[in-house]
């Protein structure tokens, strides 16, 4: 592919953690047809990418530098590079909306970008400066727009990425590094669509534990997490409900958090170092508490095991359970199946969650007012 523009622009320095360097801009010269935006059709969920891509080079000596816009394509890896022995791998999910004006905006992006420091540290990656991961975003999403789907149901996906790219085969942490954000219009997570899915227990294999990866958006989590989400749709249900190592706690739902509406108590299991701390969950408690949504009950983050969520959906105490995800956005749960329990929650969405989701989706698409400033639009990015 040919490139036809090369503009620069500079990066701010901040705190002088990053030195003022140039955004290299070389345009596509062969865009890419856009898909049908159909929120199921065609769209789907991460099958398409858009014509650009930013990436960004770090090492020791010269930290941030060579950030480039350029055409989507391969990345030059050397085979002995970190990321492919030792798994130094950490990336990000967000989305961008486009209103009925036309108008692009983003959800929470701050929270992300907080996070992936947060998993870097814990990774021992470098982080991501805000000026090139917030900066390159931005620069992106200005040149590939026209990629932003304009339907409800349908957004732009955006995966900054951040791997241990220095050829060295000692076990250390990483002296050179990449960073990257790829975008993909998308439709809807599941292929129900935005029916209820149907979720399996996991009594076998573990996603994370106390002390590991679980708290942060590491690569290894989700290769940890395969083979059972493979058994579990073999099995006709869309996504594995994980439990703690001991198999008693309640953690996470695929690539969900996970809430159970009971009569008097909404609960979501607390973050306890193997649950990752998700964008939509810390959302949703927030609107729980705050706006009247949770219906009288008391909102609680605590641990809750799975005996304890049969005994009570026994009782008939269980109203509603639903899954919250950039992804997914909110998703309620109508079937819960495993080796030991196996009962229907519903078979439609409930009060809680249909609330969340249309006040949810009213504040990400504009026709709500966003009294907690989550939503930022593309030009104060
Ligand atoms: C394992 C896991 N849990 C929870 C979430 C939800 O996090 P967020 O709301 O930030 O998308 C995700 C998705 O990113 C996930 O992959």
Known sequence: MRETSDQACQLRLRDGVIKVQDLR????????????FDPKAELGFGTHFTDHMFFCRYSESKGWHDAEIGPYGSLQLDPAASVLHYGQSLFEGMKAFRRGDGSIWLFRPQF???????????????????????EGL??????????????????????????????FLGLRPAKEAFFFIILSPVGFYYAEGNKLVKIWVEAKDVRASEGGLGSVKAGANYAASLRA?????????????????????????GTMNVFFVFDDEIVTPNLNGSILPGGVRDSVLQLLRNSGLAQGRMVSERRITIQELTERQAKGELREAFGTGTAAVISPIGEICGEHQSFVISHESGPVSTSLLETLQGIQWGSLKDDFGWMCPLEEL
């Open 112 to 134: 992300n970008w907080e996070r992936m420091c947060k998993g870097a540290q814990r990774l021992t990656l470098p982080e991501p400066s805000q000026e090139v991961y917030i």
């Open 138 to 167: 931005k620069k992106l999403l200005e040149i590939d727009q026209r990629w932003v789907p304009p339907l409800l149901g349908t957004s732009l996906y955006i995966r900054p990425t951040l791997i241990g790219s220095e050829a």
């Open 229 to 253: 989400s493979m058994i579990a749709k073999k099995r006709g249900y869309s996504q594995v409900l994980w439990l703690d190592s001991k198999h008693e706690g309640i953690e996470e739902v």
């Open 25 to 36: 801009i070389k345009k596509s010269s062969s865009l890419k047809d856009l898909p049908f």
